[in-house]
């Protein structure tokens, strides 16, 4: 265990605010078993959150669901944000978010405003949504984010339905007054995982995207920030998860469960605790859960003795568990595991089935 | 990406949009430039510089005032103003 004086301090906080959502998108990234709206943390709860998170060295508050604007009391958790000296981030579908509710956020202190968009195209988008009238919802409220002077992000998930559309969902980001898109490529974990058949892209379907980013980074540069997630399974190397595992982030789920990351569930035998028993500063610290694999010294081969051990921690403990069946092998993504064919494999086994979308 | 230089005119007034926020914090080690998810180390000089874009001040007089501050020729100063601006207002961080 990490001496305290060397434990590193969180930067994000990722607050699930609740799982209920009107959409359905089959990618979603809330686990299967959702919380229920009984369980939820209340306001003065995430107030209390929110303040010891600062206290740690948390500078940025990602609020996030679910759909966070399913929640009434959402401008006083913003404002709580606010008070605590947090930067706030929503993360919203958009659908539910009236003009009154934002304009209310705005005024509580609200920093930033990230929509989702499924597609640059009407049918499709309300297809992956799987909720009619979505898309035009969402483009009525980023007029109004923008309107409000709030600055607008626009994410765009990409998956085989969409993928060779970038050029115009870039476009439409434009059109809305972002100043930033995220062409974020599905990571295959809780719903997205159940769906990736139906989901996963072509080699070459990526490779063109790819091309296709650098040109348009080019012609839109000074114009919008075009950032990208990188599609894993086709990789070289895993990604950086989470910055390390209990490094840079911190999760917190809508029953108060305190997570290394979202989909830190998976992993059988980790032993999370809860905002409503514990200090944020104590679980951050000495919870089992944030301990397993925070560091280097929990690496087998080929992660302990490689030169990029402090650059990737290894990829990604969940797919480590979802693929090669451990959470301390190497993420199998990298070429370098003894599990890489089996990575391969699933990005080969792409199927024309009808997705499973996210419910309750 | 390597970008030319670019002329930034001495009266525009440089700002931090709403969203983009300096912000001191001990844990972190010092001072962050926030933005849209997205945070940035900032070291002393930028520190200097940022704190000066409010809108009002002219990119002239910050310029006059960190010379006459720091002792060091103004060319020199304009050269590191400029660059740091222009890069930052070509990652929406700033307006000019």
Same mark, same amino acid.
């Given at each position: 265990?990490?001496?305290?004086?060397?434990?590193?301090?969180?930067?994000?906080?990722?607050?699930?605010?609740?799982?209920?959502?009107?959409?359905?998108?089959?990618?979603?990234?809330?686990?299967?078993?959702?919380?229920?709206?009984?369980?939820?943390?209340?306001?003065?709860?995430?107030?209390?959150?929110?303040?010891?998170?600062?206290?740690?060295?948390?500078?940025?508050?990602?609020?996030?669901?679910?759909?966070?604007?399913?929640?009434?009391?959402?401008?006083?958790?913003?404002?709580?944000?606010?008070?605590?000296?947090?930067?706030?981030?929503?993360?919203?579908?958009?659908?539910?978010?009236?003009?009154?509710?934002?304009?209310?956020?705005?005024?509580?202190?609200?920093?930033?405003?990230?929509?989702?968009?499924?597609?640059?195209?009407?049918?499709?988008?309300?297809?992956?949504?799987?909720?009619?009238?979505?898309?035009?919802?969402?483009?009525?409220?980023?007029?109004?984010?923008?309107?409000?002077?709030?600055?607008?992000?626009?994410?765009?998930?990409?998956?085989?339905?969409?993928?060779?559309?970038?050029?115009?969902?870039?476009?439409?980001?434009?059109?809305?007054?972002?100043?930033?898109?995220?062409?974020?490529?599905?990571?295959?974990?809780?719903?997205?995982?159940?769906?990736?058949?139906?989901?996963?892209?072509?080699?070459?379907?990526?490779?063109?995207?790819?091309?296709?980013?650098?040109?348009?980074?080019?012609?839109?540069?000074?114009?919008?920030?075009?950032?990208?997630?990188?599609?894993?399974?086709?990789?070289?190397?895993?990604?950086?998860?989470?910055?390390?595992?209990?490094?840079?982030?911190?999760?917190?789920?809508?029953?108060?469960?305190?997570?290394?990351?979202?989909?830190?569930?998976?992993?059988?035998?980790?032993?999370?605790?809860?905002?409503?028993?514990?200090?944020?500063?104590?679980?951050?610290?000495?919870?089992?859960?944030?301990?397993?694999?925070?560091?280097?010294?929990?690496?087998?081969?080929?992660?302990?003795?490689?030169?990029?051990?402090?650059?990737?921690?290894?990829?990604?403990?969940?797919?480590?568990?979802?693929?090669?069946?451990?959470?301390?092998?190497?993420?199998?993504?990298?070429?370098?595991?003894?599990?890489?064919?089996?990575?391969?494999?699933?990005?080969?086994?792409?199927?024309?089935?009808?997705?499973?979308?996210?419910?309750? | 990406?390597?970008?030319?230089?670019?002329?930034?005119?001495?009266?525009?007034?440089?700002?931090?949009?709403?969203?983009?926020?300096?912000?001191?914090?001990?844990?972190?080690?010092?001072?962050?430039? &926030? %933005?849209?998810?997205? =945070?940035?180390?900032?070291?002393? #000089?930028?520190?200097?510089?940022? /704190?000066?874009?409010?809108?009002? !001040?002219?990119?002239?007089?910050?310029?006059?005032? &960190? %010379?006459?501050?720091? =002792?060091?020729?103004?060319?020199? #100063?304009?050269?590191?103003?400029? /660059?740091?601006?222009?890069?930052? !207002?070509?990652?929406?961080?700033?307006?000019?």
């Amino acid at each position: 265990m990490a001496a305290p004086d060397l434990l590193p301090a969180p930067l994000g906080l990722l607050a699930e605010l609740t799982h209920r959502c009107p959409l359905g998108c089959p990618y979603c990234s809330n686990p299967l078993a959702l919380d229920k709206r009984d369980d939820e943390l209340d306001a003065a709860t995430w107030t209390r959150v929110f303040c010891q998170a600062a206290a740690l060295g948390v500078v940025q508050v990602h609020l996030s669901g679910g759909e966070p604007a399913a929640r009434r009391d959402l401008p006083e958790v913003v404002k709580a944000a606010r008070d605590a000296g947090l930067y706030s981030n929503l993360i919203t579908s958009a659908v539910g978010l009236t003009p009154q509710t934002l304009a209310t956020l705005s005024e509580a202190g609200l920093d930033h405003v990230q929509i989702s968009i499924q597609d640059s195209d009407e049918a499709s988008a309300d297809h992956i949504a799987g909720y009619k009238g979505a898309w035009a919802r969402k483009r009525a409220v980023a007029g109004e984010v923008v309107r409000l002077g709030l600055p607008l992000t626009i994410n765009m998930v990409v998956h085989r339905a969409n993928i060779v559309r970038i050029e115009s969902m870039v476009e439409l980001a434009v059109s809305l007054g972002a100043k930033r898109v995220e062409i974020a490529h599905v990571q295959y974990y809780g719903w997205a995982l159940k769906n990736r058949g139906a989901l996963m892209p072509t080699r070459e379907q990526v490779d063109n995207a790819a091309r296709q980013v650098e040109v348009l980074r080019a012609r839109y540069h000074g114009r919008i920030v075009i950032d990208a997630v990188v599609p894993d399974y086709y990789a070289r190397f895993p990604k950086p998860c989470v910055g390390g595992w209990g490094h840079r982030s911190v999760n917190v789920t809508p029953a108060g469960k305190v997570l290394p990351c979202h989909a830190a569930e998976v992993i059988p035998g980790l032993e999370f605790w809860n905002v409503r028993q514990h200090s944020l500063a104590d679980i951050w610290r000495a919870s089992p859960a944030f301990i397993a694999f925070r560091g280097t010294d929990w690496m087998r081969e080929p992660c302990r003795s490689c030169d990029r051990r402090d650059q990737d921690f290894g990829g990604c403990r969940c797919q480590a568990f979802l693929i090669a069946g451990d959470a301390r092998a190497a993420d199998p993504v990298c070429h370098l595991s003894p599990h890489h064919a089996l990575v391969l494999q699933a990005a080969e086994a792409r199927a024309e089935v009808a997705y499973s979308y996210r419910s309750l | 990406m390597d970008q030319p230089e670019k002329k930034v005119s001495g009266s525009a007034r440089p700002r931090l949009p709403r969203g983009v926020r300096l912000t001191h914090n001990e844990a972190q080690g010092g001072w962050l430039l &926030l %933005a849209p998810e997205r =945070a940035f180390k900032a070291d002393a #000089i930028s520190v200097e510089i940022l /704190k000066r874009c409010t809108g009002e !001040a002219t990119l002239d007089t910050i310029v006059d005032d &960190l %010379a006459k501050r720091f =002792a060091t020729p103004r060319e020199r #100063i304009h050269a590191d103003v400029v /660059k740091l601006l222009s890069s930052l !207002a070509d990652k929406k961080l700033l307006e000019l």
